[in-house]
């Protein structure tokens, strides 16, 4: 930790976090100077209310002009506030969610309010000898007085109505709604029925389904039969309310005709449309007025609860404050709980983990814009998985991004489902609905180039292979398709619609061999000249020990090298600031996770030492057999290597032989020459005039 002193102003003091120099938020001195800090050396310039696992009432209560964001000003303007409440700026470092009245100033005028509004609120609960409030006796108050209102909003207030079934009604309502969508299917059936009679029975339960479950427990398919229509249409278009009704809605029904109708019906034994109608009013006209009731109440007690909200806002202020002020510093100027690593103290934007694939992602961030996310949170470095997590118990999906910083990508895929737990412990169903590419480590961009190759050649075959199956079984179909007809029409129109079928291409011709004689010729050149580039190789290699493993680390370098320079410059650079950007914050310092904090983010499955023996395990190959292959192996290569350099026996002893061949040859030849220019030269000589 390096110290750096103002010249003229507060003595911050700095350290090194996650590669970037912060400056240090630890003691009460430090929060009430926020307001000197330079704004360029802060890590974040805005964060957004909603989406955070943080307290959304206390971030209102922050949020002064109502944005929806948390912005430097107001952090400073809570620093200011709490200056002139508090007596010591330490108390915050406690984290306490309640405040001893000795530790508020009473000689300032934002401590009296929060005296009075204390006093207030431990008046009603009968707590007046108590000498600290707590945001629990606040919780308490709200709860006391929202009740209150309820027990006083009467119902002169609204308009007087009288229940069409008296204390019942809601009873009745209840089984009205049940049976409503089944009263609306039936009375349509009988509808189609008088429209044409013929279609009765096609309306009624088909005996086929009956037929179908009649072997098991029907008591079991409940309901299946509930499925089945109400009762048998008829073009009358009444419904018997006793007889021929579906077993499955007898209780209902039971119910509908003690509540509703035997005093409507007056005891009838069948019912019309039309009477149904008129009981569908009856209870609408109730439904509506108690929403307009209940509506009217709540808005009267929602206005008088922000009455008494706001004369204690001052002290609810407080408690909250002293509860979450410094952990919010420490996610907003610092982002310390982020790198420190603690189970206990996670980062707010931190929403839980996600299992995948045997590894667990400790980095999980809420999507509030998945537009955004795509389009931004690229220039992050990190590899991303997006996931729709759905969770059955509270009945809600939302999208989350995962960082995977350590481990490898193997069998990551989309679509490929994964179980996400919220920071409550609630598991959610995830799916991976989009995968953002980028390195996670050296190691595994060494491997990448190969991988891309082996998918890439896997592809390339799978496809072909599918391509001339696709081939073989339309030519064979065309065969069997016009195996009718004379050979020679066949012939002929096998040829037209083979010739439509390829788009026109131009009629196969018989195999010329002088044709592609060229394409032999260079076919076999290119053959020997790898032949002999491979000759070279070979020989260059053998020529000394260490050219080999040097060949093979070249080819190595070759091929991983750039992959694992791409990897490393952007591991250098991965930063989690675009992917909070893309989320509405306004990040304004780098959030660098290097590979020895990323390898903290993600944890790896580990298994034990297994003393235990699998049954169904490959059977292993004997060591001896090992050795034995080995050897073959080596042999073969160390073969090829001394073939292809000539250094055989054989080879060396005909290379000898030849050697010698040609010595012998060149010597011969010298003599010959010797000796014919002896004969000439007696020649030259009688020639040659004297002088």
């Known amino acids: 930790m390096a110290k750096l002193i103002a010249k003229n102003g507060y003595d911050w003091k700095y350290s090194v976090v996650g590669g970037v120099t912060r400056v240090n938020i630890e003691t009460g001195e430090d929060i009430a ?127 007087p109505f009288t229940p069409p079934y008296g204390e019942q009604s809601d009873a009745a309502e209840k089984s009205i709604n049940d049976l409503r969508h089944k009263m609306a299917d039936y009375f349509m059936r ?42 048998r249409p008829n073009k009358e278009g009444v419904l018997n309310i006793v007889n021929g009704l579906n077993p499955a809605w007898h209780g209902a029904m039971a119910e509908l005709k003690t509540l509703v109708l035997d005093s409507e019906l007056g005891g009838a034994e069948a019912m019309s449309e039309e009477q149904w109608n ?57 982002f310390k709980d982020f790198y420190k690593r603690d189970e206990n103290s996670l980062a707010v934007f931190q929403a839980g983990k996600l299992y995948i694939d045997q590894r667990c992602c400790d980095l999980c961030i809420k999507v509030s814009d998945m537009g955004k996310q795509l389009n931004t949170a690229g220039l992050s470095g990190l590899y991303l998985l997006y996931c729709k997590c759905t969770s059955k118990v509270k009945g809600e999906t939302m999208d989350i991004v995962a960082a995977l910083t350590d481990g490898d990508v193997n069998g990551l895929s989309e679509g490929k489902n994964a179980l996400f737990y919220d920071r409550n412990g609630l598991d959610w169903d995830a799916v991976v609905t989009k995968i953002i590419d980028n390195p ?36 064979m179909t065309a065969k069997a398709d016009n195996s009718t007809t004379e050979l020679a029409t066949n012939m002929a129109k096998a040829k037209n619609q083979m010739s439509a079928a390829d788009g026109g ?17 260079a ?55 675009p992917v909070l950007n893309a989320n509405g914050w306004a990040i304004n310092s780098k959030i660098k996770i290097n590979t020895t904090f990323g390898a903290t983010l993600t944890s790896m499955a580990k298994y034990p030492k297994l ?57 011969a030849s010298a003599c010959n020459t010797a000796e014919d220019a002896v004969a000439e030269a007696p020649k030259q000589a009688e020639e040659t005039p004297a002088k």
Not at 455 to 461: D, P, Y
Not at 505 to 521: C, L, S
Not at 540 to 562: D, F, K, Q, R
Request: glycine share 4%.
């Open 440 to 475: 996670i480590s050296v190691r595994q961009a060494f491997w990448s180039p190969y991988r891309k190759f082996g998918n890439w050649v896997s592809e390339k075959i799978t496809k072909s292979a599918a391509e001339k199956e696709s081939k073989q079984f339309d030519e």
């Open 33 to 159: 100077h926020l307001g000197e800090l330079d704004q360029k050396l802060w890590t974040v310039l805005s964060c957004p209310v909603k989406g955070l696992e943080f307290d959304e009432k206390t971030l209102a209560l922050m949020d002064l002009d109502g944005d929806g964001k948390i912005r430097v000003n107001e952090m400073v303007a809570a620093s200011e506030w709490l200056k002139k409440v508090l007596c010591s700026m330490e108390y915050l470092l406690e984290g306490k969610d309640f405040i001893n009245f000795a530790d508020i100033q009473g000689d300032t005028e934002e401590g009296q309010k929060v005296m009075e509004a204390a006093n207030l609120i431990l008046a009603k609960l009968g707590k007046s000898e108590q000498t600290c409030i707590s945001l629990q006796d606040v919780n308490d108050y709200m709860a006391i007085f929202e009740e209150k209102c309820k027990e006083e909003y009467t119902a002169e207030e609204s308009e």
């Open 278 to 334: 008129g009981i569908l009013a009856k209870i609408d006209a109730y439904t509506a007025w108690k929403n307009a009731g209940e509506t009217a109440m709540n808005e009267a007690i929602a206005a008088q609860l922000a009455t008494h909200a706001a004369a204690i806002e001052p002290v609810e202020r407080l408690v909250r404050y002293c509860r979450d002020y410094f952990k919010l510093v420490h996610n907003y100027v610092v």
């Open 611 to 667: 003393v235990t023996k699998d049954p169904f395990a490959d059977k292993k190959v004997p060591v001896w057999r090992k050795i034995i292959y080995w050897v073959v192996i080596l042999a073969a290569i160390a073969f090829c290597v001394l073939y292809f350099t000539k250094n055989l026996p054989w080879q060396k002893k005909a290379a000898e032989a030849e050697a010698a061949k040609t010595e012998q040859m060149e010597t």
């Open 190 to 231: 009988c509808k189609l029925a008088q429209f044409d009679e013929e279609a009765t029975a096609a309306l009624d339960v088909q005996v086929e389904k009956i037929a179908a479950i009649s072997d098991g427990n029907l008591s079991e398919n409940v309901a299946e039969i509930a499925e089945y229509p109400l009762s």
């Open 523 to 577: 076919i076999g050149m290119a053959i020997g000249f790898i032949g002999s580039a491979l000759v070279k190789l070979a020989g260059s290699v053998t020529e000394h020990w260490y050219n080999l493993p040097l060949m093979i680390l070249a080819i190595i370098l070759v091929i991983s090298g750039p992959s694992m320079f791409l990897a490393w410059l952007k591991l250098r650079r991965r930063n989690l600031g």
């Open 505 to 521: 291409q131009a009629k196969k011709m018989p195999f010329d061999i002088a044709k592609f004689a060229g394409i032999f010729a």
